[in-house]
C-alpha cells in the first residue's frame, strides 16, 4: 500500500523559509521521479517541483530560484526547501510519485499546510 505523508508546513511570514519533508513507502522509492503539488485554497492542485532517479530537478516558473527539491532515496524521503516566501506561496503541500492526473485519489497522503502571511 502506498504511504505518502508530508510535514514541515507552518505559518510563515513573507521573505521567510520552510522545510518540508514527505516520508513514502510502499513503493520501490529510488525508482520513482518525485513531484512536489501545492492547492491553494479554491483552486486545482498545481505541480511546482520534481526530481528525477538521477537527481536532476525541475521547477515551475511559480517558484524557480526560490525552492530547491532534493531527496534521500535511503530515508525514502523527499524534502522541499523553500525560501523568500510569498502570500502566493500559500495553502497545502503533497508529494506525489506519479502525474498529478496518474495519481490514485487513495494515494494522496493528508499534505501539509504552508500559511504565508505577516
Known amino acids: 500500500e502506498v504511504q505518502l505523508v508530508e510535514s514541515g508546513g507552518d505559518l510563515v511570514q513573507p521573505g521567510g523559509s520552510l522545510r518540508l519533508s514527505c516520508a513514502a513507502s510502499?513503493?520501490?522509492?529510488?525508482?520513482?521521479?518525485m513531484n512536489w503539488v501545492r492547492q491553494a485554497p479554491g483552486k486545482e492542485r498545481e505541480w511546482i517541483a520534481s526530481i528525477n532517479t538521477g537527481h536532476r530537478q525541475f521547477y515551475s516558473d511559480a517558484v524557480k530560484g526560490r525552492f530547491t527539491v532534493s531527496r534521500d532515496d535511503a530515508k525514502k524521503t523527499l524534502y522541499l526547501h523553500m525560501n523568500n516566501l510569498k502570500t502566493e506561496d500559500t495553502g497545502k503541500y503533497y508529494c506525489?510519485?506519479?502525474?498529478?492526473?496518474?495519481?490514485?485519489?487513495?494515494?494522496w497522503g493528508p499534505g501539509t499546510q504552508v500559511t504565508v502571511s505577516a
Open positions: 510502499g513503493f520501490i522509492f529510488d525508482m520513482y521521479h
Open positions: 506525489a510519485h506519479r502525474r498529478i492526473d496518474k495519481m490514485d485519489p487513495s494515494e
